[in-house]
Nanobody, 123 residues
Framework: QVQLVESGGGLVQTGGSLRLSCVAS????????MGWFRQAPGKEREGVSV????????NYADSVKGRFTISKDNAKNMVYLQMNSLKPEDTAVYYC????????????????WGQGTQVTVSS
């Protein structure tokens, strides 16, 4: 089992920045990739960014390319999402997830999920 805990959400104005953090604990040795997802009210959960276990592969949703950066610190079992130039449409609950197999954006491919952290961008 893997436990994931996110932090770093909050309220920010348009154009501002936030850094989300996710700490993983438990049986983390089998994790293939870590991802950040988000879900806005009335919308489906969508993939935002993914990073492979070695950090050699990263991917971003088109809507966040050039604004968000994913990184990880294997020594600390931490994954980060630096979010810059935030827009009101980035408002959502952001989830950290771990996959034992995929590096894609399909939520069904992820085996473990955090509880989520709220990000609200005011206009």
């Amino acid at each position: 089992q893997v436990q994931l805990v996110e932090s770093g959400g909050g309220l920010v104005q348009t154009g501002g920045s936030l850094r989300l953090s996710c700490v993983a604990s438990g049986s983390t040795y089998g994790i293939n990739s870590m991802g950040w997802f988000r879900q806005a009210p009335g919308k489906e959960r969508e993939g935002v960014s993914v990073i492979s276990s070695s950090s050699s592969f990263t991917n971003y949703a088109d809507s966040v390319k050039g604004r968000f950066t994913i990184s990880k610190d294997n020594a600390k079992n931490m994954v980060y999402l630096q979010m810059n130039s935030l827009k009101p449409e980035d408002t959502a609950v952001y989830y950290c997830a771990a996959s034992l197999s995929t590096t894609g954006f399909d939520p069904d491919g992820y085996d473990y999920w955090g509880q989520g952290t709220q990000v609200t961008v005011s206009s």
